[in-house]
């Protein structure tokens, strides 16, 4: 069987670091899958990857069959099946959201048109770049040819910290933990939901009963978790970032456990009130290669203020990318 093509964008930044050797090692596809990898960068980082690249080398991988570094992304997602676009620009000191939006647009938009113009027709498209799930739409809005649907965005992090702070605070292991939600944009006003979680057959939010912990204390430590890996590690979160990135392209192709269910930040079809078109996260199951929405989940009022909050910012995202002529 041909390898499969997996590119991966900001190949030398941290996240980068952690991500490639797990790509190369088979733990995004599964044990039996060749894959190529394509690291794109910009041309003052390229060195840097060439040498990440010789590191890969040296790893013997033998589900490695091949590495390119390149700086141009025509070349890099020239039939690409699998695309992490990591690279993005950083908000720095004094930078309005409009600038940030603006540089994101200068990198997501070539981005996009690159993957339209040369991917592969089964290509899988994650971004975990900043602002994700607005730089996805970008992209996504880029590469008309490309099913939409193919454009995701990050928002594995946030679950993957949440059923962490759930299982400390429930003292249960996290495999105990099943269909966990995030809802809406990976940012501050995410929502991650625990009224539909599974602990050993029990209701997570019944065990909990505290409405005021989860207001006051799981939902903003699940969402300033960024700000205090900072805070400890002086520097953003890179493995678990990147473990984040393995799991949410290997649950989408190879599936996700019967009877979980996984998040992801998805065009909407307009499910659970959320505009249609707009990247926002759901929880999903995932089978034969495909996501679905879980439907049929009550919200209750809780939940409902909290997702609509976090939908209406992803709407300005898409007003303000729109009024900026970026999509
Ligand atoms: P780094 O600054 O270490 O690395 C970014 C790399 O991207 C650099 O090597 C840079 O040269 C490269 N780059 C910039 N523009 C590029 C372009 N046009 N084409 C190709 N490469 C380009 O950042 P890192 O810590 O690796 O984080 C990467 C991104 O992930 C950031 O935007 C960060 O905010 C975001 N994150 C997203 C998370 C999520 O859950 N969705 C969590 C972790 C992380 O904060």
Do not use: W
């Given at each position: 069987?041909?390898?499969?093509?997996?590119?991966?964008?900001?190949?030398?930044?941290?996240?980068?670091?952690?991500?490639?050797?797990?790509?190369?090692?088979?733990?995004?596809?599964?044990?039996?899958?060749?894959?190529?990898?394509?690291?794109?960068?910009?041309?003052?980082?390229?060195?840097?990857?060439?040498?990440?690249?010789?590191?890969?080398?040296?790893?013997?991988?033998?589900?490695?069959?091949?590495?390119?570094?390149?700086?141009?992304?025509?070349?890099?997602?020239?039939?690409?099946?699998?695309?992490?676009?990591?690279?993005?620009?950083?908000?720095?000191?004094?930078?309005?959201?409009?600038?940030?939006?603006?540089?994101?647009?200068?990198?997501?938009?070539?981005?996009?048109?690159?993957?339209?113009?040369?991917?592969?027709?089964?290509?899988?498209?994650?971004?975990?770049?900043?602002?994700?799930?607005?730089?996805?739409?970008?992209?996504?809005?880029?590469?008309?040819?490309?099913?939409?649907?193919?454009?995701?965005?990050?928002?594995?992090?946030?679950?993957?910290?949440?059923?962490?702070?759930?299982?400390?605070?429930?003292?249960?292991?996290?495999?105990?933990?099943?269909?966990?939600?995030i809802w809406g944009n990976h940012s501050a006003t995410q929502y991650p939901d625990v009224f539909h979680t599974d602990v050993n057959g029990k209701s997570a939010a019944d065990i909990v009963n505290d409405e005021t912990w989860l207001a006051e204390s799981f939902i903003p430590t699940v969402a300033k978790r960024g700000a205090a890996i900072i805070e400890a590690r002086g520097a953003s979160s890179a493995a678990s970032a990147a473990n984040a990135a393995i799991d949410h392209i290997h649950d989408w192709v190879l599936g996700t456990p019967a009877g979980d269910w996984t998040s992801m930040a998805i065009p909407s079809d307009g499910s659970y009130g959320v505009p249609e078109g707009i990247i926002s996260s759901f929880p999903v199951t995932c089978q034969g290669g495909e996501y679905s929405i879980v439907q049929g989940l009550e919200i209750n009022e809780f939940s409902r203020t909290r997702i609509d909050a976090s939908v209406a910012e992803l709407v300005e995202e898409r007003d303000a990318v729109r009024a900026l002529g970026l999509i």
């Open positions: 069987m041909a390898p499969v093509n997996v590119t991966v964008t900001g190949a030398a930044g941290q996240i980068g670091y952690a991500l490639l050797f797990r790509i190369a090692s088979g733990a995004l596809l599964g044990p039996d899958t060749q894959v190529s990898l394509r690291l794109l960068e910009i041309p003052q980082a390229v060195k840097a990857a060439e040498g990440t690249a010789m590191e890969l080398d040296d790893c013997a991988f033998p589900l490695l069959s091949g590495i390119e570094v390149t700086d141009d992304a025509k070349k890099a997602f020239d039939g690409a099946n699998v695309a992490l676009l990591v690279g993005a620009r950083p908000r720095t000191k004094g930078m309005e959201r409009g600038d940030l939006l603006e540089a994101n647009g200068g990198i997501f938009k070539p981005q996009g048109e690159a993957i339209n113009a040369g991917a592969a027709s089964d290509i899988r498209v994650l971004v975990v770049g900043n602002p994700a799930n607005t730089n996805a739409l970008i992209a996504q809005q880029h590469a008309p040819d490309v099913p939409a649907a193919r454009f995701t965005a990050m928002t594995r992090l946030d679950h993957n910290r949440a059923i962490s702070q759930l299982s400390s605070k429930l003292g249960v292991s996290v495999g105990d933990i099943k269909r966990l939600a």
